[in-house]
Protein backbone atom coordinates (compact mmCIF):
# COMPACT_ATOMS: atom_id res chain seq x y z
CA UNK A 1 0.00 0.00 0.00
CA UNK A 2 1.04 3.55 -0.56
CA UNK A 3 2.58 5.23 2.51
CA UNK A 4 2.14 8.67 2.81
CA UNK A 5 3.57 10.68 6.12
CA UNK A 6 0.58 12.82 7.75
CA UNK A 7 0.40 15.09 10.67
CA UNK A 8 -1.76 13.93 13.55
CA UNK A 9 -0.66 14.15 16.78
CA UNK A 10 -3.66 14.46 19.22
CA UNK A 11 -1.66 17.18 21.39
CA UNK A 12 -1.25 19.64 18.72
CA UNK A 13 -2.39 23.27 18.83
CA UNK A 14 -5.95 23.84 17.13
CA UNK A 15 -6.48 27.04 15.79
CA UNK A 16 -10.24 28.02 14.61
CA UNK A 17 -9.91 27.39 11.09
CA UNK A 18 -9.30 23.79 11.70
CA UNK A 19 -5.40 23.37 11.25
CA UNK A 20 -3.05 22.62 13.76
CA UNK A 21 0.32 24.61 14.56
CA UNK A 22 1.45 22.02 11.84
CA UNK A 23 -0.27 23.03 9.10
CA UNK A 24 -2.65 19.99 9.22
CA UNK A 25 -5.81 19.37 8.55
CA UNK A 26 -6.94 17.29 11.85
CA UNK A 27 -9.17 14.29 11.90
CA UNK A 28 -10.75 15.14 15.34
CA UNK A 29 -12.74 11.91 15.95
CA UNK A 30 -12.90 9.90 19.35
CA UNK A 31 -11.69 6.32 19.20
CA UNK A 32 -13.88 3.75 17.81
CA UNK A 33 -15.24 6.48 14.93
CA UNK A 34 -16.70 4.20 12.12
CA UNK A 35 -18.21 5.28 8.71
CA UNK A 36 -20.47 2.96 6.68
CA UNK A 37 -20.65 3.71 3.24
CA UNK A 38 -22.12 2.15 0.27
CA UNK A 39 -23.64 3.26 -3.08
CA UNK A 40 -26.81 4.28 -4.91
CA UNK A 41 -29.91 3.72 -3.53
CA UNK A 42 -32.77 2.86 -6.43
CA UNK A 43 -35.25 1.77 -4.17
CA UNK A 44 -39.08 1.79 -4.75
CA UNK A 45 -40.38 1.45 -1.36
CA UNK A 46 -40.11 0.56 2.00
CA UNK A 47 -38.14 -2.80 3.05
CA UNK A 48 -37.60 -3.44 6.77
CA UNK A 49 -41.27 -5.48 7.59
CA UNK A 50 -40.55 -7.05 4.11
CA UNK A 51 -39.50 -10.73 2.97
CA UNK A 52 -36.07 -10.28 2.31
CA UNK A 53 -34.10 -13.11 3.26
CA UNK A 54 -30.67 -12.05 5.19
CA UNK A 55 -31.51 -8.43 4.74
CA UNK A 56 -31.43 -8.61 8.92
CA UNK A 57 -27.51 -8.97 8.38
CA UNK A 58 -27.42 -5.85 6.21
CA UNK A 59 -29.11 -3.99 8.65
CA UNK A 60 -27.13 -4.69 11.87
CA UNK A 61 -24.15 -3.56 9.31
CA UNK A 62 -25.64 -0.38 8.95
CA UNK A 63 -26.75 0.80 12.32
CA UNK A 64 -23.86 -0.47 14.26
CA UNK A 65 -22.00 3.01 12.92
CA UNK A 66 -21.62 6.33 14.04
CA UNK A 67 -22.02 7.08 10.10
CA UNK A 68 -24.03 5.61 7.98
CA UNK A 69 -24.17 6.83 4.37
CA UNK A 70 -25.47 6.28 0.96
CA UNK A 71 -26.59 8.32 -2.41
CA UNK A 72 -30.00 8.72 -2.59
CA UNK A 73 -30.91 8.65 -6.48
CA UNK A 74 -34.73 8.49 -5.93
CA UNK A 75 -37.13 10.74 -4.72
CA UNK A 76 -39.71 10.13 -2.23
CA UNK A 77 -43.60 11.58 -2.33
CA UNK A 78 -47.27 10.47 -2.78
CA UNK A 79 -48.26 10.37 -7.05
CA UNK A 80 -51.72 10.73 -4.91
CA UNK A 81 -51.16 14.40 -3.89
CA UNK A 82 -48.03 15.32 -5.52
CA UNK A 83 -48.43 18.76 -7.41
CA UNK A 84 -45.67 18.56 -9.73
CA UNK A 85 -44.82 16.49 -13.10
CA UNK A 86 -42.41 14.37 -14.65
CA UNK A 87 -39.43 16.87 -16.29
CA UNK A 88 -39.20 16.57 -20.36
CA UNK A 89 -35.51 16.73 -19.34
CA UNK A 90 -34.38 13.58 -16.72
CA UNK A 91 -31.70 11.40 -15.67
CA UNK A 92 -32.43 8.28 -18.29
CA UNK A 93 -35.02 6.83 -16.06
CA UNK A 94 -37.62 8.32 -13.75
CA UNK A 95 -37.12 7.61 -10.14
CA UNK A 96 -39.54 7.68 -7.69
CA UNK A 97 -40.87 5.98 -3.97
CA UNK A 98 -42.99 5.94 -1.50
CA UNK A 99 -43.39 8.59 1.33
CA UNK A 100 -42.71 5.49 3.73
CA UNK A 101 -39.72 5.05 2.34
CA UNK A 102 -37.40 7.80 4.32
CA UNK A 103 -38.46 6.94 7.93
CA UNK A 104 -37.59 3.08 6.68
CA UNK A 105 -34.21 4.35 5.85
CA UNK A 106 -33.63 5.74 8.89
CA UNK A 107 -34.48 2.61 10.90
CA UNK A 108 -31.81 0.83 8.76
CA UNK A 109 -29.61 3.21 10.37
CA UNK A 110 -29.07 5.75 7.21
CA UNK A 111 -28.27 8.67 8.88
CA UNK A 112 -26.52 10.62 5.91
CA UNK A 113 -27.67 11.01 2.21
CA UNK A 114 -26.35 12.94 -1.08
CA UNK A 115 -28.13 14.14 -2.94
CA UNK A 116 -26.85 15.49 -6.27
CA UNK A 117 -26.97 13.20 -9.11
CA UNK A 118 -28.86 12.55 -12.57
CA UNK A 119 -31.95 12.22 -11.14
CA UNK A 120 -32.15 14.77 -8.71
CA UNK A 121 -34.61 16.96 -10.89
CA UNK A 122 -36.60 13.63 -12.58
CA UNK A 123 -39.87 14.93 -10.99
CA UNK A 124 -38.69 18.88 -10.95
CA UNK A 125 -38.43 21.13 -8.17
CA UNK A 126 -41.44 19.81 -6.50
CA UNK A 127 -40.20 16.20 -6.47
CA UNK A 128 -36.85 17.58 -5.06
CA UNK A 129 -38.38 19.60 -2.05
CA UNK A 130 -40.40 16.77 -1.18
CA UNK A 131 -37.51 14.43 -0.69
CA UNK A 132 -36.12 16.97 1.14
CA UNK A 133 -39.18 17.21 3.54
CA UNK A 134 -39.29 13.64 3.74
CA UNK A 135 -35.52 13.26 4.82
CA UNK A 136 -35.46 16.25 6.72
CA UNK A 137 -38.70 14.75 8.79
CA UNK A 138 -37.17 11.56 9.25
CA UNK A 139 -33.86 12.61 10.84
CA UNK A 140 -31.63 11.73 7.79
CA UNK A 141 -29.10 14.45 7.06
CA UNK A 142 -28.85 15.25 3.56
CA UNK A 143 -26.64 17.96 1.04
CA UNK A 144 -26.57 18.21 -2.88
CA UNK A 145 -29.75 20.08 -3.65
CA UNK A 146 -31.16 23.32 -2.29
CA UNK A 147 -32.82 26.60 -3.02
CA UNK A 148 -29.49 27.98 -4.71
CA UNK A 149 -25.83 26.87 -5.23
CA UNK A 150 -25.07 28.70 -1.84
CA UNK A 151 -27.19 25.93 -0.43
CA UNK A 152 -27.16 22.90 -2.84
CA UNK A 153 -22.71 23.36 -2.19
CA UNK A 154 -23.02 24.03 1.25
CA UNK A 155 -21.85 21.33 3.96
CA UNK A 156 -24.72 19.52 6.31
CA UNK A 157 -24.02 18.30 9.27
CA UNK A 158 -24.43 15.09 11.46
CA UNK A 159 -23.85 15.01 15.62
CA UNK A 160 -22.74 11.76 16.58
CA UNK A 161 -21.22 10.17 19.96
CA UNK A 162 -17.46 10.65 18.22
CA UNK A 163 -17.57 13.19 16.30
CA UNK A 164 -18.99 16.18 14.64
CA UNK A 165 -19.95 14.85 11.03
CA UNK A 166 -19.66 17.35 7.86
CA UNK A 167 -21.24 15.95 4.25
CA UNK A 168 -20.77 17.44 1.09
CA UNK A 169 -22.83 16.21 -2.10
CA UNK A 170 -21.94 16.96 -5.86
CA UNK A 171 -22.11 15.19 -9.17
CA UNK A 172 -20.20 15.51 -12.46
CA UNK A 173 -23.19 14.03 -14.29
CA UNK A 174 -26.69 15.82 -14.12
CA UNK A 175 -29.47 17.22 -16.47
CA UNK A 176 -28.17 20.78 -17.69
CA UNK A 177 -31.58 22.44 -16.15
CA UNK A 178 -31.03 21.08 -12.37
CA UNK A 179 -27.71 22.73 -12.14
CA UNK A 180 -28.29 25.09 -9.27
CA UNK A 181 -26.90 28.94 -9.51
CA UNK A 182 -26.44 31.92 -6.86
CA UNK A 183 -28.69 35.23 -7.30
CA UNK A 184 -26.80 38.01 -9.49
CA UNK A 185 -28.55 41.39 -8.81
CA UNK A 186 -32.44 41.55 -9.35
CA UNK A 187 -31.75 38.19 -10.69
CA UNK A 188 -32.78 35.67 -8.37
CA UNK A 189 -30.81 32.12 -7.58
CA UNK A 190 -32.49 29.08 -9.35
CA UNK A 191 -33.22 25.29 -7.17
CA UNK A 192 -31.13 22.75 -8.31
CA UNK A 193 -28.08 20.45 -7.40
CA UNK A 194 -24.61 21.47 -6.69
CA UNK A 195 -22.33 20.67 -9.76
CA UNK A 196 -18.98 19.58 -10.85
CA UNK A 197 -18.83 20.56 -14.96
CA UNK A 198 -16.39 18.73 -16.60
CA UNK A 199 -14.86 19.22 -20.11
CA UNK A 200 -14.81 15.98 -22.50
CA UNK A 201 -12.00 15.49 -25.03
CA UNK A 202 -11.81 12.41 -26.89
CA UNK A 203 -8.37 10.78 -27.12
CA UNK A 204 -7.02 9.48 -30.00
CA UNK A 205 -3.77 8.22 -31.68
CA UNK A 206 -1.31 11.74 -33.24
CA UNK A 207 -2.62 9.85 -36.72
CA UNK A 208 -5.79 9.95 -36.26
CA UNK A 209 -5.98 13.56 -35.37
CA UNK A 210 -4.26 14.21 -38.27
CA UNK A 211 -6.94 12.67 -40.35
CA UNK A 212 -9.60 14.98 -38.33
CA UNK A 213 -7.94 17.75 -38.92
CA UNK A 214 -8.14 17.25 -42.56
CA UNK A 215 -11.92 16.52 -41.83
CA UNK A 216 -12.03 19.42 -40.00
CA UNK A 217 -10.61 21.81 -42.76
CA UNK A 218 -12.72 20.09 -45.43
CA UNK A 219 -16.10 21.18 -43.79
CA UNK A 220 -18.25 23.70 -44.98
CA UNK A 221 -17.75 27.26 -43.19
CA UNK A 222 -14.36 26.25 -41.52
CA UNK A 223 -12.06 29.46 -41.40
CA UNK A 224 -8.52 28.22 -41.96
CA UNK A 225 -5.32 29.82 -40.06
CA UNK A 226 -6.06 28.42 -37.01
CA UNK A 227 -2.33 26.68 -37.59
CA UNK A 228 -1.74 23.22 -36.06
CA UNK A 229 -3.66 22.90 -32.87
CA UNK A 230 -3.26 20.52 -30.61
CA UNK A 231 -6.70 19.60 -30.54
CA UNK A 232 -9.42 19.34 -32.75
CA UNK A 233 -13.09 20.29 -32.95
CA UNK A 234 -15.30 18.18 -34.78
CA UNK A 235 -18.80 18.76 -34.80
CA UNK A 236 -18.86 19.65 -31.41
CA UNK A 237 -16.33 17.18 -30.23
CA UNK A 238 -12.58 17.98 -28.94
CA UNK A 239 -10.45 15.53 -30.12
CA UNK A 240 -6.95 15.46 -28.53
CA UNK A 241 -3.73 13.01 -29.32
CA UNK A 242 -3.01 10.53 -26.42
CA UNK A 243 -1.46 7.18 -26.16
CA UNK A 244 -4.88 5.18 -26.39
CA UNK A 245 -8.55 5.92 -27.68
CA UNK A 246 -10.22 7.30 -24.74
CA UNK A 247 -12.09 9.83 -22.76
CA UNK A 248 -10.33 12.99 -20.80
CA UNK A 249 -11.62 15.02 -18.65
CA UNK A 250 -10.90 18.73 -17.18
CA UNK A 251 -12.80 20.18 -14.33
CA UNK A 252 -14.62 23.51 -14.39
CA UNK A 253 -12.68 25.75 -12.37
CA UNK A 254 -14.93 27.81 -10.79
CA UNK A 255 -16.82 24.90 -9.76
CA UNK A 256 -13.56 23.66 -8.74
CA UNK A 257 -12.98 26.61 -6.56
CA UNK A 258 -16.59 26.81 -5.01
CA UNK A 259 -16.08 23.05 -3.98
CA UNK A 260 -12.92 23.23 -2.63
CA UNK A 261 -13.64 26.32 -0.32
CA UNK A 262 -17.01 24.60 0.65
CA UNK A 263 -14.72 21.49 1.91
CA UNK A 264 -12.56 24.32 3.80
CA UNK A 265 -15.64 25.56 5.44
CA UNK A 266 -16.97 22.30 6.15
CA UNK A 267 -14.08 20.97 8.16
CA UNK A 268 -13.52 24.11 9.72
CA UNK A 269 -17.04 23.34 11.69
CA UNK A 270 -16.76 19.37 12.13
CA UNK A 271 -14.19 16.95 13.33
CA UNK A 272 -14.71 14.72 10.23
CA UNK A 273 -15.81 15.65 6.56
CA UNK A 274 -17.16 13.41 4.11
CA UNK A 275 -16.94 14.38 0.07
CA UNK A 276 -18.97 12.52 -2.29
CA UNK A 277 -18.93 12.82 -6.03
CA UNK A 278 -21.63 11.36 -8.17
CA UNK A 279 -20.56 10.82 -11.67
CA UNK A 280 -20.80 8.54 -15.13
CA UNK A 281 -17.42 9.31 -16.15
CA UNK A 282 -15.77 8.00 -18.61
CA UNK A 283 -18.76 8.58 -20.73
CA UNK A 284 -21.07 5.75 -21.24
CA UNK A 285 -20.31 3.13 -23.62
CA UNK A 286 -21.39 -0.20 -24.36
CA UNK A 287 -18.75 -1.51 -21.13
CA UNK A 288 -19.25 0.75 -18.43
CA UNK A 289 -15.50 1.43 -17.41
CA UNK A 290 -14.37 -0.02 -13.98
CA UNK A 291 -11.99 2.62 -14.09
CA UNK A 292 -12.31 6.20 -12.77
CA UNK A 293 -12.32 9.22 -15.32
CA UNK A 294 -8.63 10.65 -15.66
CA UNK A 295 -9.19 13.95 -13.71
CA UNK A 296 -10.63 12.02 -10.11
CA UNK A 297 -7.23 10.53 -8.69
CA UNK A 298 -5.72 14.27 -8.07
CA UNK A 299 -9.25 15.47 -7.72
CA UNK A 300 -9.44 13.67 -5.00
CA UNK A 301 -6.14 13.75 -3.49
CA UNK A 302 -7.13 17.49 -3.66
CA UNK A 303 -9.93 17.22 -1.56
CA UNK A 304 -8.47 15.50 1.08
CA UNK A 305 -5.39 17.98 1.21
CA UNK A 306 -8.10 20.66 1.57
CA UNK A 307 -9.77 19.04 4.23
CA UNK A 308 -12.07 15.87 3.71
CA UNK A 309 -11.65 12.90 5.84
CA UNK A 310 -13.19 10.35 3.48
CA UNK A 311 -13.76 10.70 -0.34
CA UNK A 312 -17.35 7.91 -1.57
CA UNK A 313 -17.74 7.97 -5.68
CA UNK A 314 -21.03 6.05 -6.82
CA UNK A 315 -22.45 6.75 -10.38
CA UNK A 316 -21.35 3.93 -12.61
CA UNK A 317 -23.43 1.29 -11.04
CA UNK A 318 -20.51 -1.04 -10.23
CA UNK A 319 -17.54 -1.30 -8.60
CA UNK A 320 -13.87 0.57 -8.85
CA UNK A 321 -11.06 0.56 -6.98
CA UNK A 322 -10.11 1.94 -3.36
CA UNK A 323 -7.10 4.01 -2.75
CA UNK A 324 -5.61 5.31 0.71
CA UNK A 325 -4.22 8.65 0.47
CA UNK A 326 -2.89 10.13 3.50
CA UNK A 327 -4.51 7.79 5.75
CA UNK A 328 -8.06 8.48 4.07
CA UNK A 329 -9.67 6.17 2.23
CA UNK A 330 -10.70 6.98 -1.37
CA UNK A 331 -13.40 4.87 -2.38
CA UNK A 332 -13.86 5.68 -6.54
CA UNK A 333 -17.06 3.54 -6.50
CA UNK A 334 -19.19 1.58 -4.45
CA UNK A 335 -21.82 0.60 -7.12
CA UNK A 336 -25.28 -0.40 -6.36
CA UNK A 337 -26.63 -0.79 -2.91
CA UNK A 338 -30.30 -0.77 -3.86
CA UNK A 339 -31.43 -1.76 -6.95
CA UNK A 340 -35.18 -2.19 -6.48
CA UNK A 341 -36.18 -0.75 -9.79
CA UNK A 342 -39.71 -1.45 -9.02
CA UNK A 343 -40.29 1.86 -10.85
CA UNK A 344 -44.15 3.59 -11.17
CA UNK A 345 -45.36 5.79 -12.27
CA UNK A 346 -43.05 6.11 -15.53
CA UNK A 347 -43.34 9.33 -17.43
CA UNK A 348 -45.04 9.44 -20.65
CA UNK A 349 -41.69 10.16 -22.61
CA UNK A 350 -39.99 7.16 -21.07
CA UNK A 351 -42.80 5.16 -23.18
CA UNK A 352 -41.92 7.09 -26.06
CA UNK A 353 -38.08 6.47 -26.05
CA UNK A 354 -38.27 2.94 -25.60
CA UNK A 355 -40.79 2.09 -28.06
CA UNK A 356 -43.92 1.56 -25.54
CA UNK A 357 -47.14 3.00 -25.30
CA UNK A 358 -48.72 3.53 -21.88
CA UNK A 359 -52.26 2.32 -22.87
CA UNK A 360 -50.96 -1.31 -23.78
CA UNK A 361 -47.78 -1.81 -21.91
CA UNK A 362 -46.69 -1.36 -18.46
CA UNK A 363 -44.26 0.61 -16.35
CA UNK A 364 -42.65 -2.72 -15.86
CA UNK A 365 -41.82 -3.21 -19.68
CA UNK A 366 -40.43 -0.01 -19.97
CA UNK A 367 -38.02 -0.61 -16.77
CA UNK A 368 -36.77 -4.03 -18.50
CA UNK A 369 -36.42 -2.59 -21.93
CA UNK A 370 -34.21 0.52 -20.27
CA UNK A 371 -31.83 -2.31 -18.35
CA UNK A 372 -31.90 -4.13 -21.25
CA UNK A 373 -30.95 -1.75 -23.69
CA UNK A 374 -29.19 0.85 -21.07
CA UNK A 375 -29.22 4.82 -21.75
CA UNK A 376 -31.19 6.05 -25.19
CA UNK A 377 -28.34 8.24 -27.07
CA UNK A 378 -28.68 9.87 -30.48
CA UNK A 379 -26.75 6.75 -31.55
CA UNK A 380 -28.97 4.10 -29.99
CA UNK A 381 -29.14 3.00 -26.50
CA UNK A 382 -26.38 2.63 -24.60
CA UNK A 383 -24.68 1.19 -21.40
CA UNK A 384 -26.79 -1.75 -20.30
CA UNK A 385 -27.11 -2.40 -16.52
CA UNK A 386 -28.36 -5.90 -16.90
CA UNK A 387 -25.48 -7.92 -16.44
CA UNK A 388 -24.86 -9.43 -13.16
CA UNK A 389 -21.52 -7.03 -12.74
CA UNK A 390 -24.06 -4.43 -11.55
CA UNK A 391 -26.11 -6.46 -9.01
CA UNK A 392 -22.48 -7.01 -7.55
CA UNK A 393 -20.66 -4.80 -5.15
CA UNK A 394 -19.38 -4.00 -1.00
CA UNK A 395 -20.42 -2.33 2.06
CA UNK A 396 -17.29 -0.23 3.44
CA UNK A 397 -16.68 0.18 6.96
CA UNK A 398 -14.14 2.54 8.07
CA UNK A 399 -12.97 2.89 11.90
CA UNK A 400 -10.63 5.21 13.00
CA UNK A 401 -8.32 4.78 15.91
CA UNK A 402 -6.03 7.82 17.31
CA UNK A 403 -7.21 10.16 13.99
CA UNK A 404 -6.41 7.93 11.83
CA UNK A 405 -8.05 5.18 9.53
CA UNK A 406 -6.80 1.59 10.99
CA UNK A 407 -9.46 -0.64 9.21
CA UNK A 408 -11.43 -0.74 6.46
CA UNK A 409 -13.53 -3.89 6.31
CA UNK A 410 -15.00 -4.87 2.93
CA UNK A 411 -18.90 -6.93 2.85
CA UNK A 412 -19.58 -8.33 -0.68
CA UNK A 413 -22.99 -7.90 -1.56
CA UNK A 414 -25.30 -9.83 -4.57
CA UNK A 415 -28.69 -7.46 -5.15
CA UNK A 416 -30.43 -10.61 -6.76
CA UNK A 417 -29.57 -10.27 -10.04
CA UNK A 418 -31.51 -14.01 -10.75
CA UNK A 419 -34.71 -13.10 -8.82
CA UNK A 420 -38.27 -12.35 -10.42
CA UNK A 421 -38.32 -8.71 -11.21
CA UNK A 422 -40.73 -8.28 -8.34
CA UNK A 423 -37.93 -9.67 -5.78
CA UNK A 424 -34.69 -8.52 -6.94
CA UNK A 425 -32.46 -5.39 -6.36
CA UNK A 426 -32.23 -6.09 -2.45
CA UNK A 427 -29.14 -6.51 -1.16
CA UNK A 428 -27.80 -10.09 1.08
CA UNK A 429 -24.26 -10.68 2.12
CA UNK A 430 -22.69 -13.40 0.02
CA UNK A 431 -20.21 -16.21 0.95
CA UNK A 432 -17.90 -18.75 -0.95
CA UNK A 433 -17.00 -18.54 -4.96
CA UNK A 434 -19.56 -15.35 -5.16
CA UNK A 435 -17.83 -13.39 -2.09
CA UNK A 436 -14.20 -14.45 -3.63
CA UNK A 437 -14.67 -13.52 -7.00
CA UNK A 438 -16.17 -9.86 -6.28
CA UNK A 439 -13.42 -9.49 -3.50
CA UNK A 440 -11.00 -10.62 -5.70
CA UNK A 441 -12.05 -8.32 -8.37
CA UNK A 442 -11.95 -5.07 -6.13
CA UNK A 443 -8.45 -6.24 -5.23
CA UNK A 444 -7.60 -6.17 -8.45
CA UNK A 445 -9.16 -2.69 -9.60
CA UNK A 446 -7.49 -1.55 -6.35
CA UNK A 447 -3.94 -2.60 -7.27
CA UNK A 448 -3.29 0.21 -9.15
CA UNK A 449 -3.22 2.36 -6.46
CA UNK A 450 -0.64 0.48 -4.45
CA UNK A 451 -3.77 -0.59 -2.14
CA UNK A 452 -3.54 -4.28 -0.95
CA UNK A 453 -6.96 -5.77 0.08
CA UNK A 454 -6.73 -8.83 2.56
CA UNK A 455 -9.49 -11.57 2.15
CA UNK A 456 -10.37 -13.17 5.13
CA UNK A 457 -13.91 -15.52 5.71
CA UNK A 458 -15.42 -13.68 2.59
CA UNK A 459 -14.88 -10.62 3.83
CA UNK A 460 -12.36 -7.83 2.36
CA UNK A 461 -9.54 -6.12 4.37
CA UNK A 462 -6.90 -3.29 4.63
CA UNK A 463 -5.51 -2.72 7.88
CA UNK A 464 -2.81 -0.24 8.95
CA UNK A 465 -1.40 0.70 12.19
CA UNK A 466 -2.20 4.52 13.56
CA UNK A 467 1.21 5.26 15.14
CA UNK A 468 2.61 4.47 11.52
CA UNK A 469 3.21 6.71 8.90
CA UNK A 470 0.87 6.36 6.23
Known amino acids: MER ?8 SAHRADGYDTAGSIQTNVADGFTMVAVGDLI ?62 LKAMGFNLMSRANNHTLDWGLEGMRETSRILDESGIIHAGAGE ?11 ETARGRVALLSFTSTFMPMSRACDPAGEAPGRPGLNPLRLSESILVPPEMLKNLRQVRDALPGY ?42 RGKQFSDFCIVTNHGHEPHWSHEVSQEPPDYEQAFARRLIDTGADAYVGHGPHLLRGIEIY ?24 MF ?29 FVGAL ?42 RLVTGPQAKAILERLQKLSEPFGTRIAIENDIGFLRLEPSSSL
Open 223 to 264: QSGHGDSACVVVAGATFKAGDKAGYSYEPNSGDLRDILRNVR
Open 386 to 427: AAPIFYESIIAVSRFEQNQLVELRLYPIELGYSKRFANRGIP
Open 148 to 158: NLAQAGAARFL
Open 326 to 349: KGRPILYSLGNFFYDDLRTPVGAD
Open 43 to 104: VSRPLTNGNHPSFDDIVKILRDANVTFGNMETLIFDIRSFKGSPQAEYGGAYHVSLPELGPD
Open 352 to 380: AVYGKDPRSDTDAEVTVDEETKGYPTAEG
Open 4 to 11: NSIENDSH
